[in-house]
């Protein structure tokens, strides 16, 4: 697969973090993953209420673009350093688990119960009651999309 290669993340599990931190990705994200040259994970937090897994090979493209789009090399040195500084490489186990560390938990409010939400070519982890509270509301906006924009299913 080429760095240019968009991945196909969809659907929504709820699964438990163990005692450890540790959480199994579901098998149809694992299997999408896993069509990548270099199947391995960067994590980020994202909005401080989720945390974000990207493929290694988009997280290479996101990086790019915040290079190309500042010309300034002061701001584009900031803003690399701002979201360099919330990732970390992730490699799953091999049971396919990977671990969120007590930092990156309470920092996006992660109980044991999360949400796994498929969202194209990234991965999100909300905490459970978060995502049931957040749920409404992106449903609110599909509604208003689908309606304004004249899209049919």
């Known amino acids: 697969m080429s760095p240019d290669s ?17 959480l199994a990705l579901p098998s149809v994200l694992r299997e999408e993953l896993g069509r990548s040259e270099r199947p391995d994970l960067v994590m980020a ?9 990207y493929p290694y090979e ?3 493209k996101l990086m790019a673009q915040i290079k190309e ?5 002061a701001r584009r040195n900031d803003a690399l350093r701002a979201f ?3 990732v970390r490489p992730l490699n799953l186990d091999k049971v396919g688990r990977v671990l969120i560390t ?4 309470a920092a996006a409010g992660l109980s044991r119960e999360v949400r796994i939400i498929g969202v194209g070519s990234k991965i999100e982890i909300w905490d459970a009651a978060g995502h049931e509270r957040k749920e409404p509301l992106d449903k609110a906006v599909l509604d208003e999309v689908i309606r304004t924009r004249g899209l049919e299913f």
């Open 6 to 22: 968009d991945f196909c993340f969809a659907g929504a599990y709820t699964h438990s973090l163990d005692d450890k931190g540790r």
């Open 45 to 53: 937090l994202a909005y401080d209420v989720f945390l974000t897994l």
């Open 58 to 60: 988009h997280w290479r």
């Open 69 to 73: 789009s500042l010309p300034d090399t």
């Open 84 to 86: 360099s500084t919330q």
């Open 102 to 105: 007590p930092e990156q938990r």
